[in-house]
């Protein structure tokens, strides 16, 4: 069973670009959730999408955005980008929320943002 | 608001001693517990979870965790570490409250092993 795929793998933007981050769940999982990580800060929640739907959300800036399309493939968005959004950004699918036991998250290898 | 705290930052030990990592989460409600691990270099895995049943789980790699719900407490432990085991640790919970399935994360542990 293929795990979770995260496109592309690297990634330098010039700050003020925007940039669009991709994730493929593991098949049969509905909940994508994003999270942002750098050194000392652990992993930043980002959003949880949900059947196309946001459930959740963190505290970041408007300028971070997602959706889930139909096939629970989902994007992250960042415009405007600044110096401190570098980071990985992983991404994560699980079942939670279709109402069975299992509820762990498997992570992606992640996307690493260099801005400059 | 729930909210999973891990008590040491940053931990260096010797290959053969033992380890304990502490994780308290804020949440009175019914949570699955996980411990995550980041290996140099490599994306995030689980090490072992807890949904019900025995509080005393074990995970890959010789570790394991126990769940002490009156201390809201799931530490991890192993009674002898290698020079492999240099990664950083996560703990996380999942509290069900309502539809709300939010996984929330502790900050991490980086642990060093010296051989």
């Known amino acids: 069973k293929a795990g979770v795929t995260q496109t592309p793998r690297y990634l330098i933007k010039t700050r003020g670009q925007q940039v669009t981050l991709s994730c493929s769940p593991i098949?049969?999982?509905?909940?994508v959730s994003w999270y942002q990580q750098t050194p000392g800060q652990g992993l930043q929640f980002l959003f949880e999408?949900?059947?196309?739907?946001?459930?959740n959300k963190g505290n970041f800036p408007g300028r971070f955005s997602g959706r889930q399309f139909s096939n629970s493939r989902s994007e992250m968005n960042v415009s405007t980008l600044e110096l401190g959004d570098s980071a990985l950004y992983l991404c994560?699918?699980?079942?939670?929320?279709?109402?069975?036991?299992?509820?762990?998250?498997?992570f992606g290898q992640g996307t690493r943002l260099t801005v400059v | 608001a729930q909210s999973v705290s891990q008590h040491n930052h940053h931990v260096i030990l010797s290959e053969a001693a033992s380890l304990e990592l502490g994780c308290n989460y804020s949440y009175g409600g019914t949570v699955n517990l996980f411990w995550y691990v980041q290996y140099p270099g490599q994306h995030l895995q689980l090490l072992l979870k807890?949904?019900?049943?025995d509080p005393l789980v074990k995970g890959i790699k010789g570790f394991e965790a126990e769940f002490i719900k009156s201390k809201f407490s799931f530490n991890l432990r192993k009674p002898s570490v290698q020079w492999s085991d240099t990664a950083e640790y996560f703990c996380a919970v999942r509290a069900y409250a309502g539809n709300n399935r939010k996984l929330i994360w502790g900050l991490g542990t980086s642990l060093a092993v010296n051989p």
């Open positions: 807890y949904f019900s049943g």
């Open positions: 999408y949900f059947s196309e739907t946001q459930r």
């Open positions: 098949s049969g999982h509905r909940s």
């Open positions: 994560a699918s699980s079942l939670a929320g279709q109402g069975r036991g299992n509820t762990e998250a498997f």
